[in-house]
């Protein structure tokens, strides 16, 4: 199937069960983009900064660009101009400079607060009390151009079922907690980003409001970065 098939496929799928679908095009070239964008798709998940800006420059500039991979702070002044959603928060440190960067271009940013939810060594992200100690604190409540729109989470890399399950379970219940604690009246706290290819299904049976979908949609990845693929 096309591209543009199977954009339409998971659209319709997720949309009838009021989940939203970032499609994630990394390492995937402009051309696949404009083509899921043709499709009628405004939502692509990037994990590095510079293909991301690279993109950005040379799309339409109605795509809603999230970068869903470990961000460093030093970088964040190349996506603050535009960038829609940062899925990855993981420190307090990245969060005050993206407030920094998002004064400088008048905007306010939303972040979710990426939580380890995987049983694995590589994953980033933040511990549950990482979280919380994050939010109680001073130096965040001084942050007025950041907003903290829900969580996002990486289930481990496995087949088994039940352990995927139970870890995106582990993300829906710190997000009803955090919400009670920290967000009883912003109804701009509402999204649980978890679930890819492999198990969309079973995070949106656990609550999943917004899912990471890339294989699937545009195929396998090439190892090397797209714009390698000319030189
Ligand atoms: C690559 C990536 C995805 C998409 O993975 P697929 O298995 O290709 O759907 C989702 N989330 C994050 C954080 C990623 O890095």
Redesign the pocket.
């Known amino acids: 199937m096309s591209i543009a098939d199977n954009l339409l496929k998971y659209k319709n799928e997720l949309e009838a069960q009021g989940v939203k679908l970032v499609a ?1 095009s ?1 390492n995937h070239p402009p051309e696949s983009v404009l083509e899921a964008y043709h499709a009628g798709q405004r939502v692509f ?1 990037e ?1 590095l900064v510079q293909e991301m800006v690279d993109k950005q420059a040379q799309l339409p500039q109605d795509i809603e660009w999230h970068l ?2 470990h961000l460093q702070s030093n970088k964040v002044k190349y996506i603050a101009p535009f960038v829609k959603l940062i899925e990855s928060v993981d420190s307090l440190k990245l969060l005050k400079e993206i407030n920094k960067q998002a004064i400088k271009h008048n905007r306010i940013i939303d972040c979710l607060l990426q939580i380890y939810i995987a049983d694995e060594e590589s994953k980033f992200g933040l511990d549950f009390d990482e979280a919380v100690e994050l939010l109680r604190s001073e130096e965040f409540a001084e942050l007025k151009n950041v907003r903290i729109i829900g969580l996002m989470g ?1 289930a481990t890399n496995t087949a088994q079922e039940k352990q995927t399950s139970i870890e995106f379970n582990e993300l829906k219940v710190l997000f009803e907690g955090i919400k009670v604690s920290f967000f009883r009246k912003e109804e701009s706290f509402r999204e649980i980003s978890m679930g ?3 198990d969309y299904k079973l995070a949106i049976a656990e609550g999943s409001t917004m899912v ?5 949609i545009f195929g396998k990845r090439v190892i090397k970065h797209w714009k390698n693929k000319e030189s």
């Open positions: 994630v990394k998940g994990n869903i991979g990486i890819m290819s492999s990471r979908i890339g294989s699937n």
